[in-house]
């Protein structure tokens, strides 16, 4: 996404978590770009990092909330720490953070949110049960934070993601299989999240919207995690 949006024109404010040095590496190879930092569990952070950001940049757009905890933990035993990241990390901050971009941030026509969900929204299964329920959460902030807006021209969109790189202890091998458990057989390529991610940034789609870009994972009824399938 941040090459996507560079190489279209953008200035792209890179936010990592602990790797620094990628996150550099990939800002220098890019036209237009910086890199800031925080700990996503701490919510007040993000929101001084959101205010700082906006106090100085003259024409923000868009904030991508993209990044997630991904851990396992089943239906029938749910794991209170892992529960409390996902939670945090996945719905609360990320909405704490579309709040104060919302309210501060200046930009030169409508502005955009654009919150990751997760095509398990559609199609849930039992595994990585805090994560689903976070993000089940944060779903649930977009068409409320929509119809909060006072300025028509802001937008507030979710992006449900289907499988698309290898996730969790996956091999590539093992990723070649269960990338391709979705209604077109093919992967998804994430280069297709940055070809929705700018539409969504660039177009005029009703604001609460959520867009899936899975190759209709969405539309098959999964039992478990695609990973745990790939591998029966």
């Known amino acids: ?31 237009s770009a910086e890199c800031v930092s925080c700990d996503l569990k701490d919510g007040d952070a993000a ?8 106090k100085r940049l003259p024409d923000w757009r868009v904030l991508v909330n993209s990044a997630a905890v991904f851990e396992a933990d089943t239906v029938d035993k749910l794991d209170p720490a892992i529960f409390a990241e996902a939670m945090a990390v996945n719905a ?3 909405t704490r953070m579309a709040q104060a971009f919302l309210k501060s941030a200046k930009a030169n026509g409508g502005r955009r949110v654009i919150n990751f969900t997760d095509q398990k929204l559609l199609n849930p ?9 976070a993000k089940h959460a944060f779903a649930g902030t977009l068409r409320m934070q929509a119809m909060a ?5 802001d937008r507030v969109y979710g992006m449900a993601p289907g499988a698309i790189l290898p996730s969790f202890d996956q091999v590539d ?7 391709r458990m979705n209604l077109l057989s093919r992967l998804t390529d994430a280069t297709e999240l940055a070809q929705a991610a700018l539409f969504l940034a660039e177009g005029w789609l009703a604001s609460g919207e959520t867009l899936f870009v899975d190759s209709g994972q969405h539309l098959l009824a999964q039992p478990r995690d695609v990973l745990y399938l790939a591998r029966q």
């Open 47 to 54: 929101v001084a990092m959101v205010e700082a950001l906006a």
């Open 92 to 94: 609360q901050t990320p």
């Open 125 to 133: 299964n039992p595994d990585f049960f805090s994560y689903t329920m």
């Open 173 to 179: 091998t093992e990723h070649e299989v269960s990338g």
């Open 149 to 153: 807006q006072n300025d028509r021209a």
């Open 1 to 31: 996404m941040a090459r996507g949006f560079a190489h279209a024109g953008w200035h792209v404010v890179i936010h990592y978590g602990t790797s620094r040095q990628q996150a550099e590496d990939l800002a220098a190879s890019l036209p």
